[in-house]
């Protein structure tokens, strides 16, 4: 079940799947532990790595079944790239491995700088093909869109041009800044929350990601 977040944008998605929101609500509780809280978000990006996969290319192959020869449908071109954004993305990274473990991985580290909230790179590792693969940008939160506009814009300059960038909880800032800068990239999301703190922090959100996957503060 899937719907996009607004009438006129149809490459805003969220998914409204009963389990999907179900696992949300578990990952937004602050007495959920570590160890839950990584196992939920792999169990996720599993769900909503469906509905960022739906338009993959398909090819028809001959194949032989136990009974007879027929023509069936496998993915098509080169394999899919899944790009993470460090460190928070690594929680949503495997959970998407287990539906494609053939696909490559790339990884663009950033830190959002806490007194501009504008996004540092300080890593950055690509296929050397990346260009010529279709890519799922992988970030489980979409809060002032900042970091995701600069990993998408490290990736278009290595020429990539097929892209989908894929979340567990966006604000409507965050969308609106992706959007903005890049309208041809497709967002897939679990929820759109309320709005922003001052701090950049979606509200009600499920506080840092990346905290409480690894155990830190």
Do not use: W
Request: negative net charge.
């Amino acid at each position: 079940m899937t719907e996009p977040a607004a009438p006129h944008d149809e490459d805003v998605i969220v998914v409204n799947h009963p389990l999907v929101q179900h696992k949300l609500t578990l990952m937004r509780e602050r007495d959920t532990s570590t160890g839950a809280f990584r196992h939920l978000a792999r169990e996720l990006s599993l769900l909503i790595g469906y509905e960022a996969m739906r338009d993959l290319p398909l090819e028809a192959v001959e194949i032989e079944t136990p009974l007879e020869t027929m023509q069936a449908k496998r993915l098509a071109g080169k394999k899919l790239c899944l790009i993470s954004i460090l460190r928070a993305g690594n929680g949503i990274l495997d959970g998407l491995l287990d539906l494609v473990p053939s696909a490559r991985i790339g990884h663009v580290g950033l830190y959002r700088d806490p007194e501009t909230l504008e996004p540092v790179e300080y890593y950055l590792k690509l296929p050397d093909d990346v260009g010529n693969r279709i890519c799922l940008v992988v970030d489980p939160m979409l809060a002032t869109g900042h970091s995701a506009v600069a990993a998408i814009d490290r990736l278009k300059q290595a020429g990539c041009t097929r892209m989908v960038f894929v979340c567990l909880l966006a604000s409507s800032e965050g969308i609106a800044c992706l959007r903005k800068a890049h309208p041809d990239v497709r967002i897939v999301t679990c929820a759109i929350d309320r709005g922003l703190d001052e701090h950049g922090y979606i509200r009600p959100g499920l506080g840092d990601a990346g905290d409480r996957l690894f155990g830190t503060k």
